[in-house]
């Protein structure tokens, strides 16, 4: 019923963008997620490592779960996403493979199988490898997280601002410098922007997870938890939610150089102004070619852009309709975004001055903590936002200017993309439901303690007294253990293993 009502009000080709869309918003999630928590496992462990304090271990071993979810659900999403490229983009794969398949190559060589190498120490390694080995462990799964994001924002970008390539006789993209294609003019602030996207997600979520713990009554016991979480997540919110509008304002700048339709939709601006205004709130109309019940600031988004107040702003008249990207979603997926980020900035004024106040831990501190709650799930829907603005706004172009959309779609009936999509939805939904209510549980059971650090000496409890007997050919059953440890062993040769 629901796939008849969409091939009949849906083509081919809308139905494969939805598709595509929503396993990318439920893929991007749990890479952000895990790159954050990666790099601040690290940062946990380096900080039990360096003071002792079983606390820090406490929540390493807590969180690196949550941890195993996350990259395990992005990982499996990322299959899936990967595999439209053959059924619903092929003739896409096709054009731009040359560029775009060795920079995916890489990410696997380079990030992929460094974090599959090492995940399995960091994960289950605890206490059966030396502590430094842990940790390092850890360090280069948080590396890999990083490199994973180099190759994949190295790729998208291309898309964004192609170059460094040739198009042949064929209609295929071929390299011609392979740094100019990494390096494209857009990559340096998106790769800034995404990673510092996801630091500051997760450190909104580990926040808002501490604040509850020091709230609730039934985490009492996991007060001091709370304390090393909302205190590591204040840091960055007070200096990395200030940064990361500075990181935006030079990729704003960027973006109008290079994808100025995209600018224009983000702003809803329609005509050329100079001193263009900060447009709070319209309704877009992109078949009139104008917006409904403007609330605008003159000449702020003029001086935003421009850097002066009659600074010229192009709209999006210069270009022809089929050229326009979507309005409505990139002007209020932009305004979502930077909502978001305005309120997380604010977070931080108000983290940095309970900090002055000595008051950041205190349960009294109510509306603070309430505050810091309430933003957990806030850096999510920032992110999704963002990339909302990024991909619809480059629309209709899978590579701006060079591919469009429509040119990219494999030839297939809208009845198979809408009966894919409608089991990609049930599949999902059950699938990452499970994952996310087993987080929901683990952050509600809280840290287990951590008695005796002591007792994490490698190798000492990875075989019992009696599998060593066996070993050995010892069919002692232990009655003499006590007098024969000051005898001398038995010269015969037995391989070792006593």
């Given at each position: 019923?629901?796939?008849?009502?969409?091939?009949?009000?849906?083509?081919?080709?809308?139905?494969?963008?939805?598709q595509?869309?929503f396993?990318?918003?439920?893929?991007i999630?749990?890479?952000?997620?895990?790159?954050?928590?990666?790099?601040?496992?690290?940062?946990l462990?380096?900080?039990?490592?360096?003071?002792?304090?079983?606390?820090y271990?406490?929540?390493?071993?807590?969180?690196?779960?949550?941890?195993?979810?996350?990259?395990?659900?992005?990982?499996?999403?990322?299959?899936?996403?990967?595999?439209?490229?053959?059924?619903?983009?092929?003739?896409?794969?096709d054009?731009?493979?040359?560029?775009?398949?060795?920079?995916?190559?890489?990410?696997?060589?380079?990030?992929?199988?460094l974090?599959?190498?090492?995940l399995?120490?960091?994960?289950?390694?605890?206490?059966?490898?030396?502590?430094?080995?842990?940790?390092?462990?850890?360090v280069?799964?948080?590396?890999?997280?990083?490199?994973?994001?180099?190759?994949?924002?190295?790729?998208n970008?291309?898309?964004?601002?192609?170059?460094?390539?040739?198009v042949?006789a064929?209609?295929?993209?071929?390299?011609?410098?392979?740094?100019?294609?990494?390096?494209?003019p857009?990559?340096?602030?998106?790769?800034?922007?995404?990673?510092?996207?996801?630091?500051?997600?997760?450190?909104?979520?580990?926040?808002?997870?501490?604040a509850?713990?020091?709230?609730?009554?039934?985490?009492?016991?996991?007060?001091q938890h709370?304390?090393?979480?909302l205190?590591?997540?204040?840091?960055?919110?007070?200096?990395?939610a200030?940064?990361q509008?500075?990181?935006?304002?030079?990729?704003?700048?960027n973006?109008?150089?290079?994808?100025?339709?995209?600018?224009?939709?983000?702003?809803?601006?329609?005509?050329?102004?100079?001193?263009?205004?900060?447009?709070?709130?319209?309704?877009?109309?992109?078949?009139?070619?104008?917006?409904?019940?403007?609330?605008?600031?003159?000449?702020?988004?003029g001086l935003?852009l421009?850097?002066?107040?009659?600074?010229?702003?192009?709209?999006?008249?210069?270009?022809?309709?089929?050229?326009?990207?979507y309005?409505p979603?990139?002007?209020?997926s932009?305004?979502?975004?930077?909502?978001?980020?305005?309120?997380?900035?604010?977070?931080?004024?108000?983290?940095?001055?309970?900090?002055?106040?000595?008051?950041?831990?205190?349960?009294?501190?109510?509306?603070?903590?309430?505050?810091?709650?309430?933003?957990?799930?806030?850096?999510?829907?920032?992110?999704?936002?963002?990339?909302?603005?990024?991909?619809?706004?480059?629309?209709?172009?899978?590579v701006y200017?060079?591919i469009?959309?429509?040119?990219s779609?494999?030839?297939?009936a809208?009845?198979?993309?809408?009966?894919?999509l409608?089991?990609?939805?049930?599949l999902y939904?059950?699938?990452?439901?499970?994952?996310?209510?087993?987080?929901?549980?683990?952050?509600?059971?809280?840290?287990?303690?951590?008695?005796?650090?002591?007792a994490?000496?490698?190798?000492?409890?990875?075989?019992?007294?009696?599998?060593?007997?066996?070993?050995?050919?010892?069919?002692?059953?232990?009655?003499?253990?006590?007098?024969?440890?000051?005898?001398?062993?038995?010269?015969?040769?037995?391989?070792?293993?006593?």
């Amino acid at each position: 019923m629901f796939a008849t009502f969409m091939i009949d009000q849906l083509d081919a080709l809308m139905l494969a963008r939805i598709q595509f869309a929503f396993v990318i918003s439920f893929h991007i999630v749990f890479p952000a997620f895990s790159i954050g928590l990666a790099s601040w496992l690290a940062v946990l462990e380096y900080r039990w490592l360096k003071t002792g304090e079983p606390i820090y271990a406490e929540v390493y071993k807590h969180f690196v779960k949550v941890f195993a979810v996350v990259f395990g659900m992005g990982v499996v999403s990322g299959v899936v996403m990967s595999y439209q490229f053959g059924t619903n983009w092929a003739v896409f794969s096709d054009k731009a493979g040359n560029v775009l398949g060795p920079l995916l190559a890489y990410e696997v060589l380079t990030a992929f199988f460094l974090e599959a190498s090492f995940l399995g120490i960091m994960l289950f390694g605890w206490g059966r490898v030396s502590k430094r080995m842990h940790f390092a462990s850890t360090v280069i799964v948080a590396i890999g997280t990083l490199i994973s994001g180099f190759w994949i924002l190295a790729a998208n970008s291309f898309m964004q601002t192609p170059q460094g390539f040739m198009v042949g006789a064929d209609g295929l993209l071929y390299p011609t410098n392979w740094l100019e294609i990494i390096f494209n003019p857009s990559f340096p602030y998106r790769y800034a922007h995404m990673m510092t996207a996801a630091f500051l997600t997760t450190a909104f979520v580990i926040g808002g997870v501490g604040a509850y713990y020091i709230q609730s009554k039934k985490h009492a016991k996991h007060r001091q938890h709370g304390r090393v979480m909302l205190g590591m997540a204040m840091i960055m919110a007070i200096f990395v939610a200030p940064a990361q509008v500075l990181i935006g304002d030079m990729h704003g700048l960027n973006t109008l150089e290079h994808q100025p339709a995209k600018v224009a939709a983000m702003e809803g601006l329609w005509e050329n102004e100079r001193g263009a205004p900060l447009i709070l709130f319209a309704i877009p109309d992109q078949e009139a070619q104008k917006n409904h019940y403007e609330v605008k600031i003159p000449y702020v988004s003029g001086l935003i852009l421009t850097h002066s107040l009659d600074g010229e702003v192009k709209g999006l008249k210069n270009w022809a309709p089929e050229d326009q990207p979507y309005v409505p979603i990139v002007f209020w997926s932009f305004r979502v975004m930077v909502s978001i980020g305005s309120l997380m900035v604010l977070v931080g004024l108000f983290s940095l001055y309970k900090y002055f106040k000595k008051q950041q831990f205190n349960p009294e501190s109510k509306w603070f903590h309430r505050a810091w709650m309430m933003m957990t799930p806030l850096g999510f829907v920032a992110l999704l936002a963002g990339w909302f603005v990024t991909e619809t706004g480059r629309q209709p172009w899978t590579v701006y200017g060079v591919i469009r959309t429509a040119e990219s779609m494999s030839p297939v009936a809208a009845q198979q993309v809408a009966t894919t999509l409608i089991g990609f939805i049930v599949l999902y939904i059950f699938v990452f439901g499970a994952g996310s209510f087993y987080i929901l549980r683990l952050i509600a059971q809280g840290p287990k303690p951590y008695e005796d650090p002591a007792a994490d000496n490698f190798y000492e409890h990875s075989i019992t007294e009696g599998q060593g007997r066996t070993l050995s050919g010892d069919t002692d059953t232990g009655e003499k253990t006590k007098q024969d440890l000051d005898t001398p062993a038995n010269d015969k040769d037995d391989g070792g293993l006593r």
